[in-house]
């Protein structure tokens, strides 16, 4: 049996495509897999701000399109990528186990290892407005520059461009053997993940190949449905200042979330704990605490802030 896999063609994206590849393998004899390489929306445009780009799906819709139109069985992607709600045909077909779920602070060569070592006035770079947002929670003396470009880039452009260090996933510095640059790793319930940030996720369409359903990780998709479900009613997207992590122990889930204002100064907070198969409602049931904070008024800013046309440059 032939599989073909879609996936970007960065260096951490097609390590996570190999790794499903392998999976795939392990399964027996007869199955082979191809992976289709695509281009997003992301890759191309890399000197605009992710939150200007705007939309949804910035580094999965033209992926998963190769699986709608026929050209590849599944599409993989991280899980924190990938839209709350799927295309029309699409389903998330497998989630694979989670690897650190975490952020970690990348110090520049030769300078602290710790954001709280910072200097006042230290740059640091961040795509993510959620990073941003808790970085300057803790840090308001710090200045946040946007940082994109694949992993190795971002790191080589530390120095380029003058930063003290960089907010990144712990997970892909790990995948790419970068583990030795982490400074600090960023845990809640101080510093809260992406959802889904960490695991890896295959998108099928209608009754995709068994070979495929079978690399479903009970766990992982149960904490990571959570989260996702949060994200839903709150009606965000990769590109806001949420956060959540869940934890499964002893079949109870346990779920934090946080919504955060740009400048870091408003952070809302919630937590609620439930059974395993009510993965869905806990994450409502968070998302409605937050709600009741004052989370849609905030978000709603937000959005606003990012459609903004930008500033004539000087």
Avoid: Y
Avoid at 31 to 50: A, I, K, S, Y
Avoid at 109 to 125: H, K, N, Q, V
Avoid at 241 to 247: D, S, W
């Amino acid at each position: 049996m032939k599989i073909r896999l879609a996936t970007r063609g960065s260096a951490l994206a097609l390590w996570q495509a190999n790794h499903v590849r392998d999976r795939l393998l392990a399964q027996g004899p007869d199955t082979e897999v191809e992976l289709v390489v695509v281009r997003t929306t992301g890759d191309n445009v890399t000197d605009v701000p992710l939150a200007r780009i705007g939309g949804r799906g910035l580094f999965t819709r033209e992926v998963d399109d190769a699986v709608l139109s026929g050209r590849a069985d599944a599409a993989v992607h991280s899980l924190k990528d990938l839209p709350t709600t799927l295309e029309e045909g699409l389903e998330l077909a497998a989630v694979l186990p989670r690897a650190n779920a975490f952020d970690a602070f990348v110090p520049a060569p030769g300078l602290p290892r710790t954001i709280d070592e910072l200097p006042a006035g230290s740059r640091i770079g961040t795509s993510a407005l959620r990073r941003r947002a808790q970085l300057l929670a803790r840090r308001p003396d710090l200045e946040v520059v946007d940082l994109r470009g694949n992993l190795d880039t971002r790191l080589d452009r530390l120095e380029e461009r003058g930063l003290a260090g960089a907010i990144l996933a712990v997970a892909g510095l790990e995948r790419l053997g970068r583990a030795d640059r982490i400074g600090e790793v960023l845990e809640p319930p101080q510093w809260l993940p992406a959802v889904g940030q960490g695991a890896l996720a295959l998108v099928g369409a209608a009754r995709p190949p068994h070979a495929i359903r079978a690399l479903d990780h009970h766990a992982t998709r149960a904490v990571t449905a959570a989260e996702r479900s949060l994200l839903r009613r709150l009606e965000g997207g990769c590109q806001v200042p949420i956060g959540a992590h869940a934890l499964l122990k002893n079949d109870e889930l346990r779920l934090e979330g946080l919504v955060a204002s740009l400048d870091g100064r408003t952070l809302l907070r919630a937590e609620d704990s439930g059974a395993s198969g009510e993965a869905e409602a806990l994450g409502r049931r968070v998302a409605e605490r937050l709600i009741d904070q004052g989370a849609d008024a905030l978000l709603e800013s937000i959005r606003r802030q990012a459609a903004a046309p930008a500033p004539p440059a000087p």
